[in-house]
């Protein structure tokens, strides 16, 4: 496995953002498809975008719908670290967010599939308030 570790939750209004980060170990970060799900209690971890790898050097960008227009994922291959730029937040963008890894080198795989990731981090909790 790698190790994924996530920062940058916090508290922060409606309407404000917030950027978490996702650093990872591992030598073949850049042949990694890198994703963010989240979770609330009692409800299945889901989707939230994809940074997807479509081949040597060549990234796809996924998003679930909720995300689209509000959320931007990027990743820096020099420093083996995700991002996920999250403006116009809502309370229910509130939940605790998980980086996920998916290390088979599978071009275009289907980045909404649980099951695809290997590696998931500890999460980070973010709250947004009224």
């Known amino acids: 496995q790698v190790q994924l570790v996530e920062s940058g939750g916090g508290l922060v209004q409606a309407g404000g953002a917030l950027r978490l980060s996702c650093a990872a170990s591992?030598?073949?970060?850049?042949?990694?498809?890198m994703a963010w799900f989240r979770q609330t209690p009692g409800k299945e971890r889901e989707f939230v975008a994809a940074h997807r790898w479509s081949g040597p050097g060549m990234y796809k960008t996924d998003y679930a719908n909720s995300a689209k227009g509000r959320f931007t994922i990027s990743r820096d291959n020099a420093k083996n670290t995700m991002y996920l730029q999250m403006n116009s937040l809502k309370p229910e963008d509130m939940a605790v967010y998980y980086c996920?890894?998916?290390?088979?080198?599978?071009?275009?795989?289907?980045?909404?599939?649980?099951?695809?990731?290997?590696?998931w981090g500890q999460g980070t909790q973010v709250t947004v308030s009224s």
């Open positions: 591992g030598r073949t970060f850049t042949m990694y498809t």
């Open positions: 996920a890894a998916d290390r088979r080198r599978v071009k275009d795989s289907d980045p909404t599939t649980l099951a695809n990731f290997d590696s």
